[in-house]
Nanobody
Framework: QVHLVESGGGLVQAGGSLRLSCAASGLTFSSQTMAWFRQAPGKEREFVAAISMSGRWLWYKDSVKGRFTISRDNAKNTVNLQMNSLKSEETGVYYC?????????????????WGPGTQVTVSS
């Protein structure tokens, strides 16, 4: 059974930083493109960042480029999201997701597996 579990969320002031982690089990981690999505209250889930199977290719939502960094450790089956200079409008639940193969997908419907999410609250 596949499990993705996010951690690292919390409350931070605008301009601050958080590092999210996602631990995966029950799947061949190195064969998955991994991604982070977020969902604000009353809004649709949106793509934030993704990383290819080897970590060679990285994709970001335009508004987070230069502030967020996605990384993975295939030996530990983990994917991380370092978030700097956070903004209040980035408050929401952050989800880790996986899809087989090297695929750049921004639609959440394309992803096979999801974690339960971790809350990130950015106070202004």
């Amino acid at each position: 059974q596949v499990h993705l579990v996010e951690s690292g969320g919390g409350l931070v002031q605008a301009g601050g930083s958080l590092r999210l982690s996602c631990a995966a089990s029950g799947l061949t981690f190195s064969s998955q493109t991994m991604a982070w999505f977020r969902q604000a209250p009353g809004k649709e889930r949106e793509f934030v960042a993704a990383i290819s199977m080897s970590g060679r290719w990285l994709w970001y939502k335009d508004s987070v480029k230069g502030r967020f960094t996605i990384s993975r450790d295939n030996a530990k089956n983990t994917v991380n999201l370092q978030m700097n200079s956070l903004k209040s409008e980035e408050t929401g639940v952050y989800y880790c997701a996986a899809v087989a193969g090297n695929r750049y997908e921004e639609s959440p419907r394309k992803y096979d597996y999801w974690g339960p999410g971790t809350q990130v609250t950015v106070s202004s």
